[in-house]
C-alpha cells in the first residue's frame, strides 16, 4: 500500500501585519498587511505534502471564501480534503509579525471548534490504513483524541503536536501519541499542568541532556518526546529500549543560522516534514528524520507567510 500522512486539525485564513515591534495595550501601530492560509493543521499537511508525502488533511470549513481559499489549495497542491461542513464561520488568526520575524497570534476558532469526533475518527481511514497520524490541539481534543485512537487501530505512527500552550490535554490524550513534539513554551506548560514541575521556557534550552532527558521522561512516559527550541534547534528523548533506530536515547539538533523572515508556521514546518520523512523513509533512524525536518523548518522561516511559507524540499 502507499504510505500517507493524515492531518487532522485547524484551517485558518492568517490576517498578517508586518510591524516594526510587537504592540502594547492602547497602542495603535502602522503595519504593511497581507492576509493567506494557515491554522496549525493546515500549515502541517501543507509542509508534509511539499516534504513529498501523500497527504490527507481532516478538518472543518464554514460556508464562505475562507473554505473556499482551503479547497483550491489543497486541489493545488495535491492535498486530498475530508472537510466537515460547519455553519460558523471559517477559522481565523490575526497576527502581528515584528522586525526580528517574531510574532503574536489571536485565533477565532470559528468552524474549527465545530470538528465531530466521529467525522474526525472516520476520514482517518478515507484513504487506506495511514502510515502516520499528525494532529494539533487547535480542534476540540475529544475529536483530537478519537482520530490519534483511530490512527493507533490503523498501526499508525502517531504524532501530538501539543500547540497551542494554552490548550488543555487530558494525560490520557498524551498518552495516545508515540511521538510528542512541545516546543518550549508548550513543554514548559505540559510539565507544569502534568508533573507538578514548575520551569521557566527560557531556560529550558540551558538545561544540561540529562535534566532535560528526565523532564521528558516524567512527561512522556513510552514516548517519544521532542523539544523545538527555535533558534537553538531541537532535544530528543527517548524511553528506555524503544530508540527508533537511534543509538542514543537522547541528543540536541542543532540549526543551521539563516536568514529568518517570519518564524510563524516553523514549527508546523517541523512536524508535517517530520511526518513526511517518517512515511517515506520507514527504515531511517530517528535521528535522520529530525535532522530533515530541523533543516526544512529552517527553510521556511526564509519566508513570509504560513502554508504558502513551505518550502517545495522532498525527504531523502
Ligand atoms: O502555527 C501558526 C499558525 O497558528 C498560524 O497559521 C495561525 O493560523 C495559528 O493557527
Not at 136 to 143: K, R, T, W
Amino acid at each position: 500500500a502507499m504510505s500517507e500522512v493524515v492531518v487532522v486539525g485547524s484551517f485558518n485564513v492568517d490576517h498578517v501585519w508586518r510591524v516594526a515591534s510587537l504592540p502594547q495595550a492602547g497602542a495603535t501601530l502602522g503595519g504593511d498587511y497581507a492576509s493567506g492560509p494557515g491554522g496549525k493543521g493546515f500549515n502541517q499537511a501543507m509542509a508534509a505534502r511539499r516534504a513529498g508525502a501523500n497527504t490527507r488533511f481532516v478538518c472543518a470549513l464554514g460556508d464562505d471564501a475562507g473554505a473556499q481559499l482551503a479547497r483550491a489549495l489543497c486541489a493545488a497542491d495535491g492535498i486530498a480534503l475530508a472537510a466537515q461542513p460547519s455553519e460558523s464561520p471559517t477559522g481565523t488568526a490575526g497576527i502581528y509579525v515584528d522586525a526580528a520575524g517574531r510574532n503574536c497570534i489571536v485565533v477565532g476558532a470559528g468552524a474549527n471548534a465545530a470538528l465531530d469526533a466521529g467525522f474526525a475518527a472516520a476520514h482517518v481511514g478515507d484513504g487506506g490504513a495511514p502510515t502516520v497520524v499528525l494532529a494539533q490541539l487547535e480542534s476540540p481534543v475529544e475529536a483530537i483524541a478519537m482520530a490519534m485512537q483511530a490512527g493507533r487501530d490503523a498501526g499508525a505512527t502517531v504524532i501530538l503536536n501539543p500547540a497551542p500552550a494554552n490548550a488543555a490535554v487530558p494525560g490520557a490524550t498524551l498518552e495516545l501519541a508515540h511521538i510528542l513534539t512541545p516546543n518550549e513554551t508548550e513543554f514548559a506548560a505540559l510539565l507544569g499542568r502534568h508533573v507538578g514541575e514548575r520551569i521557566e521556557p527560557e531556560a529550558l534550552s540551558q538545561l544540561d541532556q540529562q535534566r532535560l532527558h528526565a523532564h521528558c521522561r516524567a512527561l512522556g512516559h513510552d514516548s517519544t518526546v521532542i523539544v523545538t527550541l527555535g533558534g537553538s534547534g531541537c532535544f530528543v528523548s527517548h524511553p528506555e529500549g524503544q530508540l527508533r533506530g537511534d543509538t542514543v536515547a537522547c541528543y540536541r539538533v542543532p540549526i543551521e543560522p539563516t536568514q529568518v523572515v517570519d518564524t510563524t508556521g516553523a514549527g508546523d514546518a517541523f512536524n508535517g516534514a517530520l511526518a513526511a520523512s517518517l512515511a517515506l523513509l520507514p527504515a531511517r533512524a530517528f535521528a535522520e528524520h529530525v535532522r530533515f525536518a530541523v533543516r526544512y523548518a529552517s527553510r521556511s522561516t526564509e519566508l513570509a507567510g504560513a502554508a504558502l511559507s513551505m518550502p517545495r524540499m522532498a525527504a531523502c
